[in-house]
């Protein structure tokens, strides 16, 4: 299948500063990148989505201004927790959709952060 | 909201076929039925998707009902490394607009 390479795996920061996630799809153009958070023992919570050339739409509840996001080309997409507080720790995962009927959604391998 | 319902946990003897249940009894004709499953601390990884009829690849099968009401995804001989928790999903395919929604998902356990 797809392969979707997101880096770094983890990251542990300070708090104040900011972090940033890439989101790469290896073997196929991804015109959409969505954004999930995932909290301990809970469900993906989908956070925004990502068109590349155009700016993301966010989810009811997620700051767009602190969860800064870019899909600047159709393999790259990034995700950059600006000004990360504690309550910001948390594993984030992308995936990437390919242009296909019955098209199916690949996953990154997640980023745990931590932010101390 | 997650339009389907699936057990909260299940277990399986190692060796044995892990059958998980969904419920998706609102669904449309347009939309099709995934599974994905996620492996503590990692991406979700797909599984199998299908329509109306039963599917079948190297990991699982899907078995949809008649009414498409609910389906079973079918591990035929469980291992170790299957223990994840698993996601069924309902979502028009080709719709490009209609992101994933994840439920809670069932936790299956594959014991020794």
């Known amino acids: 299948g797809a392969v979707v390479s997101q880096h770094p795996s983890r990251v542990i920061c300070k708090s104040g500063t900011s972090v940033k996630i890439e989101c790469r799809s290896l073997?196929?153009?991804?015109?959409?990148m969505f954004w999930y958070r995932q909290f301990p023992k809970q469900s993906l919570m989908l956070m925004a989505t990502?068109?590349?050339?155009?700016?993301?739409?966010?989810e009811q509840g997620v700051e767009k201004d602190k969860f800064l996001i870019n899909h600047a080309s159709l393999t790259l997409s990034t995700l950059t927790v600006t000004s990360a507080h504690p309550e910001d720790s948390s594993f984030y995962i992308c995936?990437?959709?390919?242009?296909?009927?019955?098209?199916?959604?690949?996953f990154g391998s997640g980023t745990q952060l931590s932010v101390l | 909201d997650a339009k389907t319902t699936q057990p909260t946990s299940m277990d399986c003897a190692e060796g044995r076929a892990a059958n998980l249940p969904c419920n998706h009894s609102?669904?449309?004709?347009?939309?099709?039925v995934y599974w994905y499953r996620q492996i503590h601390s990692q991406g979700p990884q797909y599984i199998i998707h299908?329509?109306?009829n039963n599917e079948t690849n190297e990991m699982a099968s899907l078995i949809i009902t008649e009414d498409r009401k609910s389906s079973t995804l079918i591990l035929p001989h469980a291992t170790l490394r299957d223990t994840a928790v698993y996601y069924c999903?309902?979502?028009?395919?080709?719709?490009?607009?209609?992101?994933?929604?994840f439920g809670p998902g069932t936790r299956l356990s594959v014991l020794p």
């Open positions: 995936s990437a959709r390919t242009d296909r009927v019955n098209e199916k959604l690949f």
């Open positions: 073997d196929f153009q991804a015109t959409t």
């Open positions: 990502s068109n590349e050339g155009s700016k993301a739409t966010y």
């Open positions: 609102t669904i449309s004709g347009n939309e099709y």
């Open positions: 299908g329509l109306k």
């Open positions: 999903i309902v979502r028009v395919g080709y719709n490009y607009g209609q992101n994933f929604v």
